[in-house]
């Protein structure tokens, strides 16, 4: 293997690698934004079950005070 070849060789070896870091990063970028979405997503259910639970919350107790005076309890 004469000096050329050996020289040609260790560029592809840094082109290769230059590649390979390029496509880490992508990819990285990438699967950092999935979890930024994820956070987010998270945090919009979040939201809604806390509004759900207390319209739930409501509806029992506004169901709990008609009972009450459907059978008359308050007189």
């Known amino acids: 293997m004469d000096e ?3 020289i040609h060789l ?10 390979h870091l390029e496509e880490y990063r992508r990819v990285t970028g990438e699967s ?4 930024r979405r994820a956070v987010q997503r998270q945090e919009q259910l979040g939201r809604l079950y806390r509004r ?12 709990v005070v008609f009972l009450v005076w459907l ?3 308050v007189r």
């Open 4 to 6: 050329k070849d050996f």
């Open 10 to 19: 260790l560029a592809e070896i840094r082109d290769l690698q230059r590649e």
């Open 52 to 63: 759900v639970v207390a319209a739930s919350a409501l509806v029992v107790a506004a169901a």
């Open 32 to 35: 950092l934004e999935l979890q």
């Open 71 to 73: 059978l008359g309890g």
